[in-house]
């Protein structure tokens, strides 16, 4: 948190790897939990563990106490680091920024912790479905806000990272988790310009919703690696873009291995455009970055035939 709170620290860190690998974007270093932080929650982080709340919430009176963020008040710090990494950058690489989901958040400010069953969150849902209701529209219009102020310091994609809508059921799903990002997405301004800013849509487990992901408004699909991007093209690839979407652990393998899943990865998707190759999820903190230049040396080598400026 010491370093998502400096802006010239977020900077920093952001642009690192940019200077290490030859990548085609650059993404805003900061955490998904900020905005239950600027609530009040307390977010702090237990080594070995993951982020942790000191408060959490447990009955309605406690989301009744919640107030919608200002993010350009309450997460400053986050729009400095916007505003300085765009200035850095000066035009070489796009900036992502990015949120957490509504649903994402809530789960986290509930659970106050990572969780394997999800007991807590799902109890809440099920049992005070007005409360969850009113947790999300909190949070979703303190995103609107937070996605906007990184659009107008600079954001030039915005990506919402939905990590635990796969928890849950086909209808619990849309009702508590879709709904609120397709909300934020009808909400979002353009840039300073007058330019609409493409959005990214990402839900861990989420490869069976394709579908109605798409007709949220968004204008790319982030896969994890359980989904097949041949099969996704298939459904979607005509109205949207793909992101993804190789298993982070693949660079755990030699370097013929991660060369094959890439080229596999790619043929899976074909010729044309429409492919933000990626990771389908975050990157391991035991990575080797010497076998993260072999994957994006990989990517280089291999997507042009592929993706080639006549395609």
């Known amino acids: 948190m010491d370093l998502c709170k400096n802006p010239d620290f977020a900077c920093e860190v952001t642009l690192q790897p940019l200077q290490r690998f030859p990548l085609d974007a650059a993404i805003l270093f900061s955490d998904i939990l900020t905005i239950p932080d600027a609530m009040g929650q307390g977010l702090y982080f237990v080594e070995g563990e993951g ?34 990494i765009r200035y850095e950058l000066n035009g070489k690489v796009p900036l992502i920024g990015f949120s957490g989901s509504p649903w994402t958040l809530a789960t986290y400010m509930i659970e106050g ?14 049992q005070q479905p007005n409360s969850m209701h009113q947790l999300l529209s909190i949070l979703s219009k303190s995103v609107i806000s937070y996605l906007n102020a990184q659009i107008m310091a600079g954001a030039q994609v915005v990506q919402i990272f939905d990590t ?7 209808p619990a799903y849309q009702n508590f988790s879709l709904s609120y990002m397709k909300t934020i997405i009808d909400n979002l301004k353009n840039d300073s310009n007058g330019n609409r800013i493409p959005v990214i849509l990402f839900t861990k487990g989420g490869g069976q919703w394709l579908d109605i992901m798409a007709s ?6 982030g896969l ?32 013929e291995d991660i060369c094959i899943e890439v080229r596999r990865i790619l043929e899976r998707f074909g010729h044309g455009s429409g492919h933000i190759f990626n990771l ?6 035991f990575a ?24």
């Open 51 to 84: 982020p942790r709340f000191r408060k959490i919430i447990e009955k309605p009176s406690d989301v009744e106490k919640l107030k919608v963020i200002d993010a350009n008040d309450d997460l400053s710090y986050v729009i400095d680091a916007v505003k300085a």
């Open 113 to 126: 912790k990572s969780s394997r069953d999800f007991h807590r969150v799902k109890t809440f849902m099920y």
């Open 164 to 170: 635990w809508g796969g928890i849950l059921s086909n």
């Open 216 to 221: 949220t408004g968004t204008d790319a699909i």
């Open 224 to 255: 994890d690696w359980t989904t097949d991007i041949g099969e996704a093209r298939r459904k979607v690839g005509n109205y949207i873009a793909l992101q993804g979407n190789m298993d982070p652990s693949v660079l755990f393998a030699s370097r």
């Open 280 to 285: 389908g999820h975050g990157i391991s903190q």
């Open 288 to 311: 080797n970055p010497e076998q993260v230049a072999v994957f994006i040396e990989a990517i280089h080598k291999f997507s042009m035939q592929y993706h080639s400026r006549s395609n």
